[in-house]
């Protein structure tokens, strides 16, 4: 649970649509992440990040049989990189990657910045960063996307289908939509911007674009067919300005 108002909420929203950080309590940053550092890293390697921050207590306990209520993921995850050194790399550079700056690991958490650090990832503020970190990259805040095997070592390099994400009905024809799909049918439908821009973005801007110009798509094409005589009964018309799904 995030714990956060609907007010809260709003301006976590407004700050990721313009690329803005988000400030979590004990001084931890959110930095924005654009498609061309995203990109430089590579895409298996954004997966592979995502993954292991978000990653579900419920599943380690599944895979290493040991279930205890006074032990969080954050716990889980802070002692797998203690004793584990293949852990503490990736985590440590998956946290460096969305926080843009160097992380340590201490005995009660991630210092950020230098080794002795009071800005820290902690037990306190991890759930609210992977909130705002599934929400930053598109991805379902109630529910996760990851797993893991017996080891918690090796990640999955999947994210949640965007366009299952995106509520666009699925084809025969055209069962999946990758990211160059979006990128491709944002710069060909866009009139000011072209794939040097996309760079720019952020996943969450990408994501936004994309959304709201299929809404505009369909509120024109839907407008047209009432205009030409379709029946008000089988088509249903919503402006381009309500909330994106």
């Given amino acids: 649970m995030n714990n956060l108002t609907e007010t809260e909420i709003l301006d976590i929203e407004c700050k990721l649509l313009v690329g803005r950080p988000i400030k979590l309590s004990g001084g931890a940053c959110l930095r924005a992440v ?4 995203i990109f430089d890293v590579d895409l298996s390697t954004y997966h592979k990040y ?3 921050l978000c990653i579900n207590k419920e599943q380690i306990e599944d895979v290493i049989n040991i279930k205890d209520d006074n032990i969080s993921t954050f716990d889980y ?4 990189c203690i004793y584990e050194e293949n852990i503490r790399k990736i985590v440590l550079s998956a946290f460096e990657f969305f926080i843009k700056e160097n992380v340590y690991i201490g005995e ?3 210092h950020i910045g230098s080794a002795v650090s009071e800005r820290t990832i902690n037990r306190d503020n991890f759930n609210l960063f992977v909130w705002a970190l599934k929400k930053s990259n598109c991805l379902a805040t109630d529910s996760t996307n990851i797993l893991t095997d017996k080891r918690v070592s090796e990640y999955l390099k999947q994210v949640e289908s965007l366009k299952a994400d995106m509520n666009i009905k699925q084809t025969s024809n055209n069962a999946d939509i990758e990211i160059t799909d979006i990128i491709s049918s944002i710069c060909c439908r866009h009139p000011n911007m072209n794939f ?3 760079l720019e973005l952020t996943m969450y801007q990408l994501i936004d674009v994309f959304k709201r ?3 505009i798509d369909e509120y024109y094409t839907n407008l047209d067919a009432l205009i030409h005589g ?3 009964d089988g088509v249903e018309l919503k402006h381009y300005t309500n909330k994106l799904k």
Avoid: M, P, Q, V
């Fill in 50 to 52: 995502l993954n292991i």
């Fill in 77 to 80: 995850l802070l002692l797998n």
């Fill in 230 to 232: 379709a029946s008000g």
């Fill in 196 to 198: 040097k821009d996309i």
């Fill in 213 to 215: 110009l299929h809404k």
């Fill in 108 to 110: 009660y958490g991630f």
């Fill in 34 to 37: 654009t498609i061309g550092e």
